[in-house]
């Protein structure tokens, strides 16, 4: 045996024969599933267009910020859809974000080890929950409680504020954006605890041997590393709540208008499409629902895209910053 | 007597991490009580009838039709099976083909990124959008069958396959090249080595992939109304160019109805669905833990 | 992955990262997990396949029909529990309905996608225009009746209202619990001085258009206004979403009043009220002062194929009429085998008609009752029973097996 040489002699290398074939065939194959994932997401927004031909040919692009949704009268107005959508995952983000990273916080910080692993399943548990439960609570649970308890003492401690102006019946945007929030914070908890795992012990040991207290290495020295990665994780979040249907459809009162209070019923995009599907009053109406679903497509698709490019140049950055 | 400022800051530290300590505790609240609720209201629901008898006629204790407590939701479980069967069809060769070809031909290049980057983009379809797609898509080359099993298994397969192409790309870029490397300088060709070694390699991670991915689309219920129609009430469980039977939408249309046994069989799936959906998320978790200590480890 | 390096004799061991090489138990449970994977994948496409289906039980029609066949229909979600406890008892086809909501079902007939559709409200005329030759009969098949929910806590019995009352809070004219018009009608009653909460409709509904129906006949403004509709422009009021949603809001905010078929009203136990007929009696509904409501509205029937849209058993004269009643529709086309071409057989058709009778005949009308549907009428029934016999299969009558009367 000569030094060196891993392979005794007598095993010679095998040339290839008809793997010739096999290998074209195998990557012709994959080469078809892979244009068709391509191919998927391009389908997606040239199907769509052509189902909305009919709506936009009528409408075209005032449609989304049309302002009312009447179409037995053939007005058709994606405004208050829009309105709504925004508005209440709006608020969800307002409420996951501080709590879902003060959950990660806690998590990463503070809490003993054995505790971590299973509060950390606990809160992905909850986004493992289908949406349609979350709906029939939110109607039987949380609107009761929203009617009877939280909502007048809204109007009455802030009103004030002009934000709580309508009867409080529960089934309205701000219920709505409760049960939206319960959905995206397991998505914030999830990502702003990987980022925070991600930065660097230096950091943390650093600012702890100059006499940080907890809070102020979190603030300090964690939070600024780990920002665009939270940021990227409220932004995903923010993805999925535009996109939530039977969640919100339930409980947000189905009220295609523009809504001037926080305790009116409204309506978002995935509600107006799911409600408004099997009416068929009139023969736009479909093809204004398609149109709809395109519009929140690109919305989201916009959304998520910006989100996972800030998550990979933050993940590049620290990557170099860390050498 | 004054605090000073170290005491202050120490004061506002502490109190910081009793907040985030009571983010948690507010984070839990809702899913104790959403799991309370659905365990309250579908637990009775639960018997051996539910497991495999049909939906039953509405009862009407009121009006003179007593419960006899009988029938169950095998159709909408047989709609599921069907759905989850016919959705993995389509987007489990799919996604594995494609997450394969990013890594074994694309490697670190820009290419692996984009098909990455287009699979993170697909996952963020709203799941009604893609019941809208699927059924413009039959409208417009299958009518007749717009509303049906098959149609919203496409739909559901659409939001399949970003899952499961993520999940098989990562899976397999946790196999070391040197594994490739020693397939290649043994002469193995190509596709085997592919095949046969680094995907069987990376098989746990893919498999948690497909659990996951069913895991996400059984609980849907949009795209089934969109794209699948109602068909709960025919009394034989039906071809899938039929509108569709589902858990989701058994819950959906029951819970909505008067009649006390159908509200109790809604809440009965939701129990069962709530089941399922958190055994197949523990169940890859713990499939994705074991392997990547594996990974790690070995 | 490290390997434990070797002498220049040896060469390194392999890493054994490769699952072959480990063989121990977790290998075991993955294949476990790809075996279950995989069961499930097969089972469901199995599913697909037909493999689990079971066979459909003998006709017990009343003479011998030819072989089974499998009728779809669609449409309406309020007279689905009773379309499904048909299709359970009758079995000498196998009947398939599809709850997907009143205008669906008007639109699947058009586009000839199912065999009948079902409705709440009758054809408008823009749907009566969009049906494809040779047209649709309307065929009622069913009734039922709205009342009025309310949620006020001090009030106990059945509150007493008017047309002109229920028009006024649905127009917003009257806006407290305590206006005088409403104590009028009810004396002796402590009506609490809170806001109205008005609930509607958010959604299509055959109810609606009953209730409109209702309210333009009673006042000229809402009349003038809104008309009667499934869907209305509504002027205050927040709205719910099918008639759980309207039971539901109602239920839980306090000073609410709203609408709901009378199933919803008695099968969840919420207060409704007692509605002024003509004759000036409060009737509180139930299914047998309903029925008599149809009975002695004394309707004449439109043709088959005419315009049923002003049909209207509401005000009934008779001192016990409750005056909210309203029939539900079936459609299917005068004459199958030109409607759907070479592919719908006479078998089929005689199925189709069959079924048809069997559904308003005794047999099937006793089955309404139990579950809060109102039975026909015998006029409804000997008009139906005229219209089923009217069908064609290419011109040629159908054999109807099901005996009239």
Known sequence: MTPGNPFPATVPPRPPRISKWGDRIYLALLLLATAGVVALMVALVAVLVNGSGLAFKAFGFSYIWGYYWNPENGVYGLGPAIQGTLITSAIALLIAVPLGLGAAIFLTQQAPAWLRAPVGQLIELLAAIPSIVYGFWGLIILVPIMAKVVEPRLIKYLGWTGLFNATPIGIDILTASLVLSVMVIPTVTAISRDSIAAVPRSQKEAALAIGATDWEVTRHAILPYARSGIVAGAVLGLGRALGETMAVLFVIGNHTVIVNSLLAQGQTIPSLIANVWFENNTTLERPALVYAALVLLVITLAINLGARLVLTRSQAGRGAAAE | ?298 | MSSTSGSATNPPAPSDTIVRSKGTSRTGLYAVIAVVVVIVIILGAGYAAGWFKGSSSSATANCTLPAAQTLNGAGSTLVAPLMFQWSQVYTASTVNYDPVGSGAGISDITQKTVDFGASDAPLNAAQRTAIPSPGVVTIPESAGAAVPIYNLPGVSGHLHFTGQVLAAIYLGDLTNWNNSALQAINPGVTLPNAAIVVVHRSDGSGTTFVWTSFLSAANATWKNTYSHSTTINWPVGVGAKGNSGVTTTVQITQDAIGYVDINYALTNGVAFGAVQNPAGNYIVANVTNIESAIKDSNVVFPSPTGDWYNVTVENAPGATDYPLATFTYVFVYTDVGVAYGSSYSLTKAENLVDFLAWIVGPTGQSYAAPLYYIPLSSSAVTYDTNTIHSLTYNGQAITVCVPTG
């Open chain 2, 1 to 298: 007597m004054k605090f000073d400022r170290a005491a202050r800051r120490k004061v506002f530290s502490h109190s910081m991490t009793v907040l985030s300590g009571l983010a948690i505790v507010v984070i839990l609240v809702p899913l104790v009580s959403v799991v309370y609720e659905v365990v309250l209201l579908g637990g009775p629901a639960i018997n051996v009838d539910f497991f495999t008898q049909p939906i039953p006629s509405a009862c009407n204790p009121a009006g003179g039709l007593p419960c006899h407590g009988g029938g169950g939701v095998i159709v909408p479980i047989e709609g599921t099976l069907q759905l989850i069967g016919l959705s993995s069809l389509f987007s489990v060769p799919v996604g594995i083909g494609a997450a394969i070809f990013a890594v074994e031909y694309g490697g670190e290049r820009r290419l692996a990124r984009v098909i990455g980057m287009v699979a993170d983009v697909l996952s963020g379809v709203p799941s009604i959008v893609a019941g809208v797609f699927t059924w413009a898509v039959f409208v417009l080359y299958f009518p007749t069958i717009a509303f049906s099993t098959l149609d919203a298994a496409l739909a559901l397969s659409v939001l399949m396959v970003p899952i499961v192409t993520r999940t098989c790309e990562e899976a397999l870029r946790t196999v070391p090249n040197s594994v490739r490397e020693a397939a290649m300088a043994l002469g193995i060709s190509k596709w085997k080595m592919s095949l046969r070694i680094t995907f069987v390699a990376a098989l746990p991670g893919v498999i948690t992939g497909i659990l996951l991915a069913i895991a996400r689309s059984s609980g849907e219920a949009a795209p089934l109304l969109i794209a699948g129609g109602f068909g709960c009430l025919h009394p034989l469980s039906q071809g899938v160019e039929n509108q569709t039977c589902a858990l989701p939408l058994w819950i959906y249309f029951g819970a909505n109805n008067p009649y006390p046994n159908w509200i109790t069989l809604a809440w009965g799936c939701a129990l069962l669905l709530l089941l399922v959906i958190l055994g197949l998320s523990l169940l890859s978790r713990f499939t994705l833990e074991r392997m990547s200590r594996r990974m790690r480890g070995g």
